[in-house]
């Protein structure tokens, strides 16, 4: 994987990074082969607007304002390619698996989105269906995140004194059906998984809460230091931190990359530094980032095999030596080779991958 790139989508056999010129590349996880895939027109580092949490990436041909406006979809598993078509007035919004969301805007701006679409191919045959269950007049509709068979989707509504509120969705694929959060996103950090669905709340002082998807309840886990907040969830872990380049941060701040049990409870340090996370098929999440002992790669985060007590972490791609100045991780996390992941005891466990 090129240096310096971050890792926007995980599959299952590989995973989609993209590098500061833009390119998109597909790395296997057996062998480490690479399919360079270019560029497309928008050249977004958004992990939904390039597929999630499948083997299919999305590359956008074409603009709003262009008949032959559309999406091309690459199996990566299979080599299959099928074509979305998007046309004029339909803005792309993210690709959950085979999946495109779209919006009908009379202009291309987010705020105009109040109707989203799940669009997909089968046979040479478009369907189009429209989301259902939101909020009478939301509006600026962003595909905030996703997981297998569901997609979230953050929303505004009018409040009073010609303010704005924030809201959030969980979208079930299959029924095209939205079921509101207890939660509200800005729409950029948000996760969700099969079971719960996270956000981190806007302000001078953020802070991550996590809802548990069937019962509803909320519960208020961590404040975030200063940075552009990334978060993820892993099985019954949640995972956070700023997105902090490598050699960047001070030592002023906590600019690490921990977990925490979404049910509250002690958090625990994974990596030195992280700048992106994104949920894989399986239920782990994909890091790029890097400790002192290990150095920079792609991590995998996963429920750890003592039932979900710690998670285990493993480097599923090396891309340097590391030469960070912050203290390595935390020494009760232990290593092990891919798939042999060890117990950590009641604390989170790293395994390389």
């Known amino acids: 994987?090129?240096?310096?790139?971050?890792?926007?989508?995980?599959?299952?056999?590989?995973?989609?990074?993209?590098?500061?010129?833009?390119?998109?590349?597909?790395?296997?996880?057996?062998?480490?082969?690479?399919?360079?895939?270019?560029?497309?027109?928008?050249?977004?580092?958004?992990?939904?607007?390039?597929?999630?949490?499948?083997?299919?990436?999305?590359?956008?041909?074409?603009?709003?304002?262009?008949?032959?406006?559309?999406?091309?979809?690459?199996?990566?598993?299979?080599?299959?390619?099928?074509?979305?078509?998007?046309?004029?007035?339909?803005?792309?919004?993210?690709?959950?698996?085979?999946?495109?969301?779209?919006?009908?805007?009379?202009?291309?701006?987010?705020?105009?989105?109040?109707?989203?679409?799940?669009?997909?191919?089968?046979?040479?045959?478009?369907?189009?269906?429209?989301?259902?269950?939101?909020?009478?007049?939301?509006?600026?509709?962003?595909?905030?995140?996703?997981?297998?068979?569901?997609?979230?989707?953050?929303?505004?509504?009018?409040?009073?004194?010609?303010?704005?509120?924030d809201g959030l969705a969980v979208v079930d694929l299959a029924s095209g059906t939205a079921t509101t959060s207890h939660l509200a996103s800005a729409g950029f950090t948000t996760a969700i998984s099969p079971a719960y669905v996270s956000s981190v709340s806007t302000g001078n002082a953020p802070v991550l809460s996590v809802e548990n998807r069937a019962t509803g309840t909320v519960t208020r886990l961590s404040a975030l230091g200063p940075g552009y907040p990334l978060t993820g969830l892993a099985g019954n872990w949640a995972v956070f931190g700023p997105d902090t380049q490598f050699g960047a941060g001070s030592a002023d701040w906590d600019f690490s990359l921990r977990a925490v049990p979404v049910g509250g409870g002690a958090v625990r340090k994974v990596l030195d530094h992280a700048t992106t996370v994104v949920p894989a098929p399986d239920g782990a999440v994909l890091v790029t980032g890097g400790t002192v002992a290990k150095g920079e790669g792609v991590y995998r985060i996963s429920v750890g095999p003592d039932g979900g007590r710690s998670p285990t972490w493993s480097p599923a791609r090396e891309l340097r030596p590391s030469s960070l100045s912050s203290a390595p991780a935390s020494p009760r996390w232990r290593l092990s080779p891919r798939r042999r992941g060890r117990r950590g005891g009641n604390c989170p466990a790293v395994t390389p991958k």
């Open 1 to 165: 994987m090129p240096v310096p790139a971050d890792v926007i989508s995980a599959g299952t056999t590989g995973f989609l990074s993209i590098g500061l010129d833009s390119d998109l590349l597909w790395t296997r996880y057996a062998g480490g082969a690479t399919t360079p895939l270019g560029r497309d027109i928008g050249r977004s580092t958004a992990t939904l607007m390039h597929g999630s949490v499948s083997d299919v990436v999305a590359l956008e041909h074409g603009t709003e304002y262009d008949t032959d406006h559309r999406v091309e979809l690459h199996d990566m598993g299979t080599g299959d390619i099928s074509v979305v078509p998007l046309g004029r007035n339909r803005s792309l919004k993210g690709v959950v698996g085979s999946t495109v969301v779209a919006c009908r805007v009379p202009y291309p701006t987010d705020d105009t989105c109040t109707e989203a679409h799940l669009m997909s191919v089968a046979d040479g045959v478009t369907t189009d269906r429209v989301v259902t269950g939101l909020p009478s007049g939301a509006f600026g509709l962003r595909a905030a995140a996703a997981t297998t068979g569901a997609l979230a989707l953050s929303y505004k509504t009018s409040a009073a004194g010609g303010t704005t509120a």
